[in-house]
């Protein structure tokens, strides 16, 4: 596997001004290729510097993003699992805030478009996902684009702790209060 990436990268590195190009099409094909986004991030960050491949970053998991809202509203079964997925790990039905997901997306074991879909449920039409979705790549790029070679040193303790960490971070920022329809609180059994 490790002759197949370098010679991917070697192939990208001499195309040139066709390289950023194919750079984000490979954030477009990395569900289909089983490619996590963190090694998809440090590629950029080792093909085009720490600002470049930032900036391809969050344009590529951008346009993952949004490819991903309108392919699963075309594929009802798709959304259906995903939803299955959503509620079997959301069994409380706590809506994330931007804030949260964005943070979230920095554990590299969380699927990316489960979180997506996080994003779906809180957002209010197309053009409030993209902005949540812009938003909640952000960390993600840079963190992983920049510091993604030094992080893969890191022992699983370290990343243990760093997770931790992470997720109790997301518990502080959580909403504080939540707000039920009449109906759904006093609903018959």
């Not at 070697?10 to 477009?28: C, D, K, R, T, Y």
């Not at 951008?62 to 991903?68: G, I």
């Not at 449920?121 to 992983?144: H, R, T, W």
Request: proline letters at 4%; one cysteine or more.
């Amino acid at each position: 596997m490790s002759e197949a990436s370098s010679a991917l990268l070697s192939w990208i590195e001499h195309q040139g001004l066709w390289a950023p190009l194919l750079f984000i099409v490979i954030h477009l094909l990395r569900p289909f290729l089983f490619l996590p986004v963190m090694l998809v991030c440090i590629t950029g960050g080792v093909l085009f510097g720490p600002v470049a491949g930032t900036a391809y970053s969050v344009i590529g998991t951008l346009l993952s993003s949004l490819l991903f809202y309108r392919m699963i509203l075309l594929v009802p079964s798709g959304f259906k699992k995903l939803q299955q997925m959503y509620e079997r790990w959301n069994n409380r039905r706590i809506k994330l805030t931007v804030k949260q997901v964005a943070i979230l997306r920095l554990i590299p074991f969380i699927h990316f478009h489960l979180l997506s879909y996080c994003l779906i449920q809180i957002s209010s039409d197309f053009k409030d996902y993209a902005k949540s979705s812009f938003f909640a790549n952000i960390p993600l790029a840079v963190v992983y684009t920049s510091m993604g070679q030094w992080i893969t040193l890191f022992s699983i303790p370290v990343i243990a702790l760093l997770t931790s960490f992470l997720l109790l971070f997301c518990y502080t920022i959580r909403r504080k209060s939540e707000v039920f329809v009449w109906k759904e609180f006093f609903q018959a059994s």
